[in-house]
């Protein structure tokens, strides 16, 4: 006959029958079992209309019994892959979404939310935590950044001094610069007014 999967159960089947009335394996075996009281019926009736209108004898009728159990037995298999995309179709249908809650489970979620509270409460400090440290981090960040750009300016402003200080001092290495530059100071030393306070020769310390 059709073969059928004996129905097992479980949460899924629960939960099916709390939304529909029914779950997904009852329903398969009961199209199952219609599908094979269908074809047995159909099959008998018209072993019945042979033997009432015709003049069969016992073998006959014999005969024509194990004829019938064989169309049967045939039509059963034959509905077999048919009655295997009904049972698809009957679990894509029946099937409920793993976010959908049920009326019945409501209790059950209120008697839960405070522990998840507990948890949510949890995992919101322990969030802000991480914030704060990550803000914290970026402040000493921005600080060391713009420490080191200062230490950088003086750095650079200590470079351009010593540059300074190196062309003086090779200036001061030529001698004959140095000549210059003390005739000239001299010579405005000696034009001032209150150059007369200072010794002409400054250089010769």
Same mark, same amino acid.
């Given at each position: 006959?059709?073969?059928?999967?004996?129905?097992?159960?479980? %949460?899924?089947?629960?939960?099916?029958?709390?939304?529909?009335?029914?779950? @997904?394996?009852?329903?398969?075996?009961?199209?199952?079992?219609?599908?094979?009281?269908?074809?047995?019926?159909?099959?008998?009736?018209?072993?019945?209309?042979?033997?009432?209108?015709?003049?069969?004898?016992?073998? #006959?009728?014999?005969?024509?019994?194990? %004829?019938?159990?064989? =169309?049967?037995?045939?039509?059963?298999?034959? @509905?077999?892959?048919?009655?295997?995309?009904?049972?698809?179709?009957?679990?894509?249908?029946?099937?409920?979404?793993? /976010?959908?809650?049920?009326? +019945? #489970?409501?209790?059950?979620?209120?008697?839960?939310? #405070?522990?998840?509270?507990?948890?949510?409460? +949890?995992?919101?400090?322990?969030?802000?935590?991480?914030?704060?440290?990550?803000?914290?981090?970026?402040?000493?960040?921005?600080?060391?950044?713009?420490? =080191?750009?200062?230490?950088?300016?003086?750095?650079?402003?200590?470079?351009?001094?010593?540059?300074?200080?190196?062309?003086?001092?090779? %200036?001061?290495? /030529? /001698?004959?610069? =140095?000549?210059?530059?003390?005739?000239?100071?001299?010579? =405005?030393?000696?034009?001032?007014?209150?150059?007369?306070?200072?010794?002409?020769?400054?250089?010769?310390?």
């Amino acid at each position: 006959m059709i073969k059928t999967k004996p129905w097992i159960g479980g %949460s899924d089947e629960e939960y099916e029958t709390q939304h529909f009335g029914f779950g @997904a394996q009852r329903l398969k075996i009961a199209v199952r079992q219609m599908v094979e009281q269908k074809i047995t019926s159909g099959v008998k009736d018209m072993e019945s209309y042979l033997q009432e209108s015709l003049d069969l004898n016992e073998t #006959d009728k014999t005969t024509l019994t194990k %004829s019938c159990d064989k =169309l049967i037995q045939l039509y059963c298999d034959r @509905a077999g892959p048919s009655l295997d995309i009904i049972d698809e179709e009957i679990e894509r249908v029946l099937r409920i979404p793993p /976010n959908v809650l049920l009326p +019945e #489970d409501e209790p059950q979620l209120e008697q839960t939310s #405070d522990e998840d509270f507990v948890k949510l409460k +949890e995992e919101v400090a322990d969030l802000r935590k991480r914030v704060e440290r990550g803000v914290l981090m970026e402040v000493l960040l921005n600080a060391e950044e713009e420490e =080191l750009a200062t230490v950088e300016n003086v750095c650079e402003t200590a470079k351009k001094d010593m540059e300074v200080l190196d062309l003086l001092y090779k %200036s001061t290495c /030529n /001698n004959e610069s =140095l000549k210059t530059i003390q005739h000239e100071t001299q010579f =405005l030393c000696a034009r001032a007014s209150f150059a007369k306070k200072y010794p002409s020769n400054i250089f010769d310390e």
